[in-house]
């Protein structure tokens, strides 16, 4: 099963780019994904943020499935399907 994985900001420099393909097992869920990214880019993203990605990613990234956000008390049971879209950014704010 393969899914979508769009990054901005911080993200998408650790990861080096906007959108990859990512090959995922059949009933992964969303903290799946998380436990993977983190494993993966963990160290790099802290050499070149400073903060540590899982806490990034429980507090200040948005993680959208599909165009909805999905919070975090929601990613274990949040089930990911073939060619669904992960989009993870900022918070967007202003006035």
Do not use: A, C, H, W
């Not at 994985?5 to 780019?17: E, F, N």
């Not at 507090?59 to 956000?69: A, E, S, V």
């Amino acid at each position: 099963m393969q899914i979508t994985l769009k990054t901005y900001s911080d993200l998408r420099k650790t990861i080096g780019k906007s959108e990859i393909d990512i090959d995922i097992d059949e009933n992964s869920s969303l903290e799946d994904l998380i436990s993977r990214l983190t494993k993966r880019y963990s160290e790099k993203f802290e050499r070149e943020g400073g903060n540590n990605l899982r806490e990034e990613l429980n507090r200040n990234l948005n993680i959208y499935l599909k165009g909805r956000l999905i919070y975090p008390s929601k990613y274990s049971t949040t089930k990911l399907q073939d060619k669904d879209e992960i989009t993870i950014m900022r918070p967007v704010g202003g006035g």
